[in-house]
């Protein structure tokens, strides 16, 4: 039950720093705003994603066995998939074929890869 618990709190956290980060760009590049402004607004999505990141960490350590066997397989696999595309990435970044992207667009394609190698070895074991 306490796990259930920490993930919602994960799950409400990451939701909350989604929402910061639209309203962080939606204030830096919607407004005319002194520089020192604009770095104060930059560091508001690290408090809830610093948050998400604790709850994450106590949903760790309250579970199981089977659960910390999914997860570490699924850090690993997320880490070769992110190791293959992202050298496919640059490559064709350098040779002009894509266009260069946000830091925040990487961000979010590995948190994605991580969703799909979670739900993957999930089912594999279950």
Same mark, same amino acid.
């Given at each position: 039950?306490?796990?259930?618990?920490?993930?919602?709190?994960?799950?409400?956290?990451?939701?909350?720093?989604?929402?910061?980060?639209?309203?962080?760009?939606?204030?830096?590049?919607?407004?005319?705003?002194?520089?020192?402004?604009?770095?104060?607004?930059?560091?508001?999505?690290?408090? &809830?994603?610093?948050?998400? !990141?604790?709850?994450?960490?106590?949903?760790?350590?309250?579970?199981?066995?089977?659960?910390?066997?999914?997860?570490?397989?699924?850090?690993? !696999?997320?880490?070769?998939?992110?190791?293959?595309?992202?050298?496919?990435?640059?490559?064709?970044?350098?040779?002009?074929?894509? &266009?260069?992207?946000?830091?925040?667009?990487?961000?979010?394609?590995?948190?994605?890869?991580?969703?799909?190698?979670?739900?993957?070895?999930?089912?594999?074991?279950?």
């Amino acid at each position: 039950m306490k796990h259930q618990k920490l993930k919602n709190k994960f799950i409400g956290y990451m939701m909350f720093f989604i929402v910061i980060l639209q309203f962080t760009y939606t204030m830096g590049d919607s407004f005319e705003l002194h520089t020192t402004t604009k770095i104060l607004i930059s560091f508001l999505p690290i408090v &809830p994603f610093t948050l998400a !990141l604790i709850a994450f960490t106590n949903m760790v350590k309250q579970g199981d066995e089977m659960f910390k066997k999914i997860l570490s397989e699924a850090f690993i !696999l997320t880490g070769y998939i992110t190791l293959v595309w992202t050298m496919n990435l640059g490559l064709l970044q350098r040779f002009d074929v894509i &266009p260069y992207f946000s830091i925040y667009f990487v961000f979010f394609i590995i948190f994605i890869t991580f969703i799909f190698s979670y739900g993957l070895i999930y089912k594999r074991y279950n």
